[in-house]
């Protein structure tokens, strides 16, 4: 297995304090490697290690097989980066900020100009592409600053909650746009507070917290391996939810229960499996009826906030 990127023991301090604490992973060469984690978690640290805009305290790091330290100046050349404060040029418009920003990568000039029009109509940039930077809003900008970084053909796409500040229809055309690059070979470290995002996008996902890795998977095997809490739902045939609350309580102590709509109820639970039997057996003591039942999987959030926990 060839890895575009490798970490081994990466430790980084400012002063007294570990941001990054032993860290290790690889990703592979044209996958989408998610990193989550809480906020200080040491993710952003970690990335600008990986980026070279700070050197580590210790450990290694090698990116297309090259150490990040001895060949900084050509690792910067083969890879893009968007961190999370979106900005540009505060004196240039939007679209002459993207062709400016083509030219640096030597990108020529028919090129430049046609690929800056691809990523205006790409990213729904027309209706301000002449317009500045302190004039667009805090998404606007981060549009732009995303798609800046495909005005040139990276290998490795660093993206530090790239969504953040977007709306749902832009930030599924971003997911979608990096997708059809991953498909042509790119290779994409992502993070993000949005499971959602994560599970749509990335082939593996590592979680840090407190400067330390807890685990790394594919998203399925992060819910079989950590998913411990699963959902019950129970649809009612004729009963009320409120009338069948007293024969459900005393069972589902100390789980979640919601109850979604009329009719419908919803518990989450370690012991979903068993608690289920107990409910179906009382429910039918009881002469309640039951339309529908099923037991769903946790949600990448849920095996997230219970991996977390777990730390804390």
């Not at 107990?278 to 039951?290: A, E």
Request: with cysteine.
């Amino acid at each position: 297995m060839e890895l575009c990127v490798h970490v081994s023991d990466l430790r980084k301090s400012y002063g007294q304090v570990r941001a990054v604490d032993g860290v290790s992973f690889g990703v592979e060469y044209g996958r989408v490697f998610g990193f989550l984690g809480p906020n200080g978690a040491g993710k952003t640290t970690t990335i600008k290690v990986l980026t070279t805009l700070v050197h580590p305290s210790s450990g290694t790091v090698r990116i297309f097989g090259k150490d990040i330290v001895k060949h900084q100046r050509e690792i910067k050349k083969r890879i893009g980066v968007v961190l999370q404060e979106p900005s540009f040029e505060a004196n240039l418009t939007v679209e002459r900020a993207l062709e400016l920003y083509g030219l640096m990568w030597s990108v020529p000039g028919e090129k430049r100009r046609d690929r800056a029009r691809e990523l205006i109509e790409k990213f729904d940039l027309a209706s301000f592409k002449s317009m500045k930077n302190d004039e667009l809003s805090i998404g606007q900008r981060r549009r732009v600053q995303v798609a800046r970084e495909f005005m040139h053909d990276s290998e490795l796409l660093f993206l530090d909650e790239p969504t953040m500040g977007l709306d749902p229809a832009a930030r599924r055309t971003l997911l979608d746009y990096v997708n059809k690059h991953v498909q042509g070979g790119l290779t994409v470290f992502f993070t993000t507070h949005i499971m959602e995002e994560a599970e749509y996008l990335c082939d593996e996902i590592a979680i840090i917290n407190k400067g330390r890795m807890i685990a790394t998977d594919t998203p399925a095997g992060l819910k079989q391996k950590y998913g411990g809490v699963k959902a019950i739902e129970i649809k009612l045939k004729d009963s009320t939810t409120q009338s069948v609350m007293h024969i459900i309580r005393p069972i589902a102590s100390g789980s979640v229960i919601e109850t979604p709509a009329e009719g419908t109820i919803r518990i989450s639970s370690t012991e979903a499996q068993e608690m289920l039997v107990k409910i179906i057996v009382s429910l039918s003591k009881n002469s309640v009826q039951i339309e529908s039942v099923s037991v769903n999987p946790p949600t990448l959030e849920e095996v997230f906030l219970s991996v977390i926990g777990k730390q804390a």
